[in-house]
Structures are given as C-alpha cells and as structure tokens.
C-alpha cells in the first residue's frame, strides 16, 4: 500500500538517512516514533541530521567510510523502542545508537545498551536521569528539562505571575519535569496552584480543563509530547483558560506550531539550542548555509537538534580511528573535551555525559516562528 502524507515523507526520510541498505560502512541504529504523537517534530530532527550526515558523506564520509543511520518507527511506543533497539543491535548489528525520543523509550534500552556496551548518541530527551547518576553508554547533547522547567518558572515570577499550574502527562518524563517545577517553586518561594497529570496512552482532557480553568491561572506549565500537549491546550482555552501556557523544548517545531494553529500564538516554548536564525552562533549558520543548498526553508529548533546531535556523533566516529566498532566509538566519545562545535562548547569524561549546558524561553509569534 502506498504511503502519503506525514507517513510517506517520513519513510521517504528514513530511507534517505540509509534505511534498508545492504551496503553500510559505518552503521548506527535509530528507532524513533516516525508515526504517532511525535511524528512532527521527528520529521524535523530526522531531517536536521540528514542536514549534516549528507554532508560529511558527499566529502567522502569519515575516514573514507560512509555513515548510514538505519532508522525504525517506533510508533513512540516503549515497547517497540525495545524491540527495534534489540533488533538494531543483535540483528543489524550497529556500532551506535542515535537520537531515540522519549524519556521511558530511552530508560527502557538502557539495559540493552549495557549488555551490548553500545553508546546512545543524542537522545532527544532531557531527563535528568540520563544525566545523574552517570549512565555509561548514554551521552547526551541538550540540557535537562529540570533546567528548563525551573528557568521558565523563574522568569514568570519576575514578570509577577505566582497562581502558575502544572500538567503533566503520567509517566517518567512528566515525572522528570514536574520534579524540575517544583524546585522551580521552591526556589521562588511559591506553590503550585495545582498539578493535574493525563494518561499518555490516552489523554483526556474533559475532567482536566474545566479544573484548571476554575483556578484561575496566570499561567500553566504543560509538560507532554506533541499531539497531547496540542489536544491539552486547545481544551484548555476552550474551558476558558487565558493564562500563559508553557511548555517544554521536545515541542519546538514547525509541525507543534502549526497543528495548534491559531491557538499557537503567545505559546512559550523553553530551548536548549541557540535560536535557529541567530548568525552569532557558526553552527547555527552552518546549518542554514546546507538547508538552503538543499532548498530547504527556515530551520526550527528541531532541525537544529537534529543538526548538532549528528555533529557530535561524526565527530565521535572520528576519534574512533580506522575501523570503528562500539568500543572505539565509546572511547571516541569520551575522548571529547571543550570541543566548540560552533559557538558552543561540548566536552565528555568517564564522570560526565551531559553535554551542552544551555537554556532560554521563546515565545511563538503571529507568523509561527519561535521568538527570542
């Protein structure tokens, strides 16, 4: 049956990034929710990386070996993480993991990359699980969204909003980003006017928002992916909520922006990359400089992430010398100290995976486009 829409462009994606290929020089696995909640701002990120992946490749790839990153749809389901994460590694064979999305999809191979000692570049989550304690094989790009929660709640109490909210979806990542909320009320000396969760699986907001909205909130922190988060905030202004709505930079696309439509405008949307049209930063313009080559329109955050996470990879299989495998690539990694990938500075240890340390807020504009 043939594809269309969302679904067929992002199949056409996948097969782009070497899906399928019989013919991999340097393999490393991705399994991704190409369909489901997240699909697009999967797109967008998929498509950032494609960004730098085909441009090391076109220059002959790295040591004279082409990077192919074999990419399954997980359907943002755990449990298909898991299993393309095993078929990845023990049928495929990859030397490298890159760029899963998902706070529980993400914790649920850990174990699988131990057993393997397979790295996991740029996962597409900030829980700070993955950063404290130390995970062996996860070596992360952004910054926690502990750190992006507890910013954006200290910058709505400077503007004098106290009666803030937080909704969060039922499960480790909302956990994750309602514990960075609430250090972020505990640092500004107020409470949580309430904490509403909704079922991941299947969200429902019909008890939720006529709640909220007798509240009263200045302002409601919205913690979920994608098509939730979207569904979350129209039912909210439906039941009458005026507040700021506030969420988290796994929403930071084109394709969150427009399926809010028109209740996209004064979203505030936390970052962890520099803005995508800022030239202040050499990464940021190298990513437009190969987009518009490839006559590809405005970046996104999304695109961005996409962009540096494979970035670090390259530059991990680099260090890995000739003939890399997974131990090689792990070394490669660690190997990686203040290293500027373009404005901004990235270093790994034994005792420290983290990557970037970067947070800001952006506001989305009457045209769609995230502001600073």
Known sequence: MKKTGLAGALCALAAALGIGSAHAQILIGQTVGITGSAAATVAESMQGAALYIDHINA??????????????????????????????????????????????????????LEQHGVPLVGPSTGAIALHQPVSKYVFNVRAPYQREVTKAISHLHTLGIQRIGVVHVDDTFGADGLAGAQAGFKANNIEALFIEKFDRAKPDYSAI????????????????????????????????????????????????????????RGVVVTQVFPSERSLNYPVVKEAMDLAKAKNIG???????????????????????????????????????????????????????????????????????????
């Open 59 to 112: 220059k002959g790839g790295v040591g004279g070996q082409k990077v192919e990153v074999l990419s399954l749809d997980d359907k943002f389901d755990p449990k298909l993480t898991l299993d393309n994460t095993r078929t990845l590694i023990e049928q495929k064979g990859v030397i490298g993991m890159f760029m899963t999305r998902g706070t529980p999809h993400t914790q649920g191979i850990i174990p699988v």
């Open 209 to 264: 928002a006529p709640r909220v909205a007798g509240k009263q909130p200045q302002a409601v922190i919205f913690i979920g992916t994608g098509a939730a988060v979207v569904d979350g905030i129209k039912a909210l202004r439906a039941a009458g909520v005026a507040g700021q709505i506030v969420t988290l930079s796994n929403n930071a696309s084109g394709g969150f922006v427009k399926a809010l439509g028109d209740q996209a």
């Open 298 to 372: 405005d970046l996104t955050p999304a695109m961005l992430e996409g962009f540096v996470s494979a970035k670090v990879l390259v530059e991990g299989l680099k260090r890995a010398g000739a003939k890399p495998d997974s131990a090689k690539l792990h070394m490669g990694l660690e190997s990686i100290k203040k290293w500027d990938l373009g404005g901004m500075e990235l270093s790994y240890s034994p005792t420290d995976h983290s990557g970037l340390d970067f947070s800001d807020l952006s506001i989305i504009g009457t045209d769609g486009r995230f502001k600073r």
